[in-house]
């Protein structure tokens, strides 16, 4: 007792030190929160989220932390909104208080703390603020960044839970979001529409298409929720591809070449099977994703496969369903379903795997049974039995029986196999065996009387109650077989009859009244004392089978007429058990789902629909694309320009439409535009949708970046509106050029001549500079060719900015990629900087000073010594980026001063183009991994020439001749390794265009893929 006490006070002792670390600890981190300087509340909160991340309770903490939610330090806001999201449930009175703060943040330029005020105003499950939710939802869908709009559907599902009332407008808010084109947002909004709508498919018929052709580039996560989603919606939109009595046929070709075939014996001709366009479009999208690293997502498309594509398709799936059996030990579980498609050798069961998961394989092996392999699958059976796991044994023993019962053949085999486990030291083996050959002899009880003599000597040694029964239950059944030995078994029974389990005396009692009907004469005083025995047992269900028994077999005054069939009752003929799989109803529920793994319908279970007899109007899904008609000013205005009409375009896309609101009359051209206006609204129109674009993509960024994009576009709505009007005469200057080609090509031709046979004689000047963007590659010098390098397709001209003049304090830098080879280096990729003093005094000593910690190599251009006021100089500098996207950061300095810049390369930017034949083309394609994706183009991007300006927009790649009119090709590697890059457009009916990306950078790849797909599927 005395060693109790003090291990007790130990621990006690031992319990008050950790909670006093912990409040001590908490006590610092008060501390720090409420200091004034944001590094010491920055620390404190990695701290927190640190010891959240460990599942250490932080709510102590969460009214200091709230009282930073206004900090004007994004990195602090940011971590305050990730405790704010997992602790705004719990303390819901002091989240409240600040709620006044997220409204103020749903308004932030940043998106991340947009996204995050919206999130922790979602978490705080009040009834009372659900008017302000839905507000905050409903301008979060319309918000410009994809991020806020795919965190408003999250916040959708969150609000319905709270109050279910306000179905309707969110109906209405998920119906806006449906359309929306970013892929960010698919997933999100589907997950939302099966929260919140499921049965409203009307919302999907117009979102169809584009969900079909966006699958491909959604998150793993919401590409699994929009298969789920088609597979239901197909399941009521289309005809069954599963008709036995008609003809598959998709091809017109086909028909016309076999119609004099397709009649039956009799001369009628079968109706043939026309797909679905759309039905093939959901199946045609979907296949490429059973490459997907992710399992979810391959067992996702492999559901959809089983449910809709005609059988004959369905093999396709079984190559993907392999790799992922061998992958991970878990992934076997939802494969049950596609056992016939496979072979057995792939299912054998391995030492590591988990129990559930060798129940699967043996559902599987048994169902794969067939004369063929039977007796490959029973040796590999016999190795199963000897297992340590005995619910696989018993398994096992089970599947035998099946095999048996399936495959007349091995049927004596199997018995005489079952018949030596008998003989088995294991409980679980013995009882198991004898239940299975039960259900055996059943089928043939006359030749196997045998074996129930056999079970009958190892009677006494079977301790396992349901074995005891069984044998037991087969005696009585078949005592006419054996005359001698069935008393003998009932007088056994008879001594050790209150020392057994309820179910052998059930068995027992049925066993004495059978004998009792057939053999009287010796057994008529075993019969009388069991029912005796049993008319004072415990349990009442033997006490009313011995009433019941006693009163049919023996006759006295008071029986009825019911004893006379007797006989007829308790020795009927039975029906032979027949054994099924245990997965056999289970093809009720949708594959994949919790309904189909536990054979139940679960909450939340939407039901799979029978295919419709005839297919509803499949016109519902088409969408109406109403182009806009721009129509190019023949004339030049009065500042020299050509102007675009006022249409609702003009002003959404280009940034003049906002300068004309202001009043300011400057159009969105930049100083760079110097040939036509048709370019400069194509750019203008990129611009945008790529900041859109990036604003989802590199969400994780620091708010830095933000600001820094926002502070450039307040530099070009400026420096736009300072812009001098420029004369009528268009004409290019060295410094405005459009295009960095050789001295060999010439940038502008004569009045006169023809320009590489593009341009007439009297082309207007607005198109002049569109013949220019689909020049043919111009050869570069020797050291060039003998790189293997020609020269650049196109040169954008779009600048970046570097530094603002307001935070360079007046000096002003802009940077672009002139797309050659760098000369001081050829791992390199060249950099072309701007560098404008806009103060009114010279700033000297202009050059590069410390570099940011990438490890990326950088060659400086030479000190600008002075640089006099309005003055402009462009240096050039060269930064290996070692094949990636990263930053280079550095600093601009000047005699004074440093300023903190970087360069942000586009993935395109880092190539060299390569000229190559076709032949090596598909040499070096047959080497390298892919990565591909479908999509539907725009209408004006379906000939050659527009694919090969947008590819050349997007990447810095070399055109390869092809000898297909719909394949087109080109050719680069990557500057810093030498990578052979290789992209393929492959037109196909419909503006459908498969893409694909032969590299072996695995990560470049698909990052070019995402911008060739949005370049090529926007007019």
């Not at 559907?153 to 839970?161: D, M, R, T």
């Not at 309904?595 to 509803?616: C, M, Q, R």
């Not at 420096?719 to 960095?740: A, I």
């Not at 046979?757 to 003998?786: D, R």
């Amino acid at each position: 007792s005395m060693t109790c006490c003090v291990a007790s006070h130990s621990s006690v002792e031992g319990t008050c030190s950790d909670l006093f670390l912990l409040s001590t600890r908490n006590d610092d981190l008060k501390e720090m929160l409420e200091s004034n300087k944001d590094s010491l509340k920055l620390d404190a909160m990695k701290r927190i989220i640190a010891l959240i991340a460990k599942g250490k309770n932080a709510s102590e903490l969460f009214p200091a932390v709230v009282k930073n939610v206004a900090s004007k330090n994004i990195e602090l806001k940011k971590l305050v909104y990730v405790y704010l999201v997992r602790y705004a449930e719990e303390q819901q009175d002091l989240a409240l208080l600040s709620i006044s703060t997220f409204q103020r943040a749903l308004k932030d330029p940043n998106q991340l703390i947009r996204a995050s005020a919206l999130r922790v105003l979602s978490s705080i499950r009040v009834p009372i603020i659900v008017p302000i939710m839905m507000l905050a939802i409903k301008e979060a869908a319309s918000d410009m960044s994809p991020y806020v709009r795919k965190t408003s559907a999250h916040a959708i599902q969150k609000l319905y839970s709270l109050d279910p009332d306000q179905k309707e407008h969110l109906i209405e808010v998920i119906d806006k979001l449906l359309k929306d084109k970013s892929t960010l947002v698919a997933g999100s909004v589907v997950m939302a529409f099966e929260e919140v709508c499921p049965d409203r498919i009307d919302l999907i018929h117009k979102n169809y298409r584009k969900l079909c052709n966006l699958l491909v580039d959604v998150e793993e996560w919401g590409q699994v929720v929009i298969i789920t989603m088609l597979t239901r919606y197909a399941r009521t939109q289309f005809t069954s591809p599963w008709k036995e009595d008609g003809l598959f046929d998709e091809n017109s070709e086909t028909a016309f070449y076999e119609s004099d075939e397709k009649k039956t014996k009799n001369g009628d001709e079968k109706k043939s099977y026309m797909m679905d366009p759309d039905h093939r479009l959901l199946l045609r999208n979907t296949k490429p994703l059973l490459q997907s690293r992710n399992t979810a997502v391959v067992v996702s498309v492999a559901q959809l496969y089983w449910h809709l594509a005609p059988k004959h398709e369905v093999g396709v799936i079984t190559k993907s369903l392999v790799r992922l059996l061998r992958s991970h030990r878990y992934t076997p579980t939802p494969i049950c379903m596609f056992f016939s498609l496979l072979s057995p050798s792939l299912f054998y069961v391995r030492s590591t795997d988990a129990t559930h998961i060798k129940s699967l394989k043996l559902e599987i092996l048994t169902s794969l049974a067939n004369e063929a392999n039977i007796s490959t699958i029973l040796r590999e059976f016999q190795t199963y039995v000897k297992s340590q796991d005995k619910q696989f044994a018993a398994g096992t023993i089970q599947a035998i029986g099946r095999c048996a019962t399936n495959i007349s053949e091995v049927t004596d085999t199997c018995l005489q196999g079952l018949v030596l486990l008998l003989s088995n030291r294991d409980e679980t083996v013995v009882a198991e065996s004898v239940v299975v050959i039960k259900k055996l002899l059943q089928t043939q009880p006359t030749q196997h009387s045998d074996i129930i003599k056999h079970m009958a000597k190892l009677f006494d040694n079977i301790a396992v109650p349901m074995a005891r029964a069984s044998i037991l239950w087969l005696m009585g059944e078949y005592c006419e077989r054996v005359p001698q030995i069935a008393p003998d078994v009932l007088r056994k029974m008879a001594k050790s009859f209150t020392s057994e389990e309820d179910i052998v005396k059930l068995q027992t009692v049925n066993l004495a009244a059978k004998l009792y009907l057939t053999n009287s004469k010796q057994t008529k005083l075993l019969t009388q004392y069991i029912l005796n025995l049993g008319k004072y047992d415990q349990n009442y269900d033997i006490r009313d089978r011995t009433r019941f028994i006693r009163q049919l077999i023996v006759p006295n005054e008071k029986s009825g007429a019911l004893g006379k069939y007797a006989r007829r009752i308790l020795l009927a003929p039975k029906p032979a058990p027949v054994l099924e799989s245990t997965y056999k109803d289970r093809d009720r529920y949708q594959l994949g789902t919790l309904s189909h793994t536990i054979n139940t319908k679960a909450s939340g279970y939407l039901e799979l629909s029978d295919w419709p007899a005839v297919a509803p109007d499949q016109s519902v899904r088409n969408v109406e694309v109403i182009e806009p008609v721009k129509e190019w000013a023949p004339s030049l205005g009065k500042t020299g320009k050509s102007k675009l009409s006022k249409s609702s375009d003009d002003k959404f896309y280009s940034d003049s439409g906002e300068e004309k609101e202001k009043g300011s009359g400057s159009s969105s051209s930049d100083d760079n535009e110097t040939v036509c206006v048709l370019e400069s609204s194509s750019e203008a129109e990129s611009d945008e949708e790529k900041s859109s674009s990036q604003s989802s993509e590199e969400s994780d960024k620091s708010s830095s970046l933000s600001e820094k994009s926002s502070s450039e576009s307040d530099s070009e709505q400026k420096k736009t509106t300072k812009k001098p009007p420029q004369k009528k005469t268009v004409k290019p200057t060295t410094k405005d050029r459009s295009y960095l080609l050789p001295s060999a090509c010439p940038l502008v031709c004569g009045p006169g001549e023809r320009l590489h046979g593009f341009v007439s004689k009297q082309v207007p000047v607005s198109l002049s500079l569109y013949s220019l963007c689909i020049l043919t590659p111009c050869p570069l010098s020797c050291a060039a060719a003998l790189l293997q390098v020609s020269g650049p397709a196109f040169v954008p001209e779009k600048r970046h900015d570097l530094l603002h003049r307001m935070t360079g304090k007046g000096l002003s830098a802009q940077y672009q990629f002139p797309r050659q080879p760098c000369l001081y280096q050829p791992t390199m990729v060249s950099v072309q900087i701007s560098l404008t003093n806009t103060t009114d005094h010279p700033l000297e000593q202009i050059h590069i000073g410390d570099r940011g910690p990438t490890g990326l190599d950088m060659h400086c251009f030479n000190t600008v010594e002075c640089l006099l006021p309005e003055a402009s100089v462009t240096v050039s500098l060269g930064v290996d980026f070692n094949d990636s996207t990263q930053a280079a950061n550095f600093q601009l300095c000047t005699k004074e001063d440093q300023f903190s810049v970087s360069i942000q390369p586009a993935v395109g930017e880092l190539f060299l183009p390569a000229t190559m034949t076709e032949q090596d083309f598909r040499k070096e394609q047959g080497k390298l991994s892919y990565s591909s994706a479908t999509i539907t183009m725009a209408a004006e991007n379906t000939t050659r020439q527009p694919i090969s300006r947008q590819v050349a927009t997007v990447a810095n790649l070399g055109v390869v001749p092809s000898g297909q009119d719909n394949i087109h090709r080109f050719a680069g590697k990557t500057a810093s390794s030498g990578a052979v890059v290789l992209v393929t457009v492959e037109l196909r009916e419909s503006s459908a265009a498969l893409i694909t990306i032969n590299t072996e950078k695995s990560v470049m790849g698909p990052m070019l893929l995402r911008d060739l797909k949005r370049a090529l599927a926007r007019a």
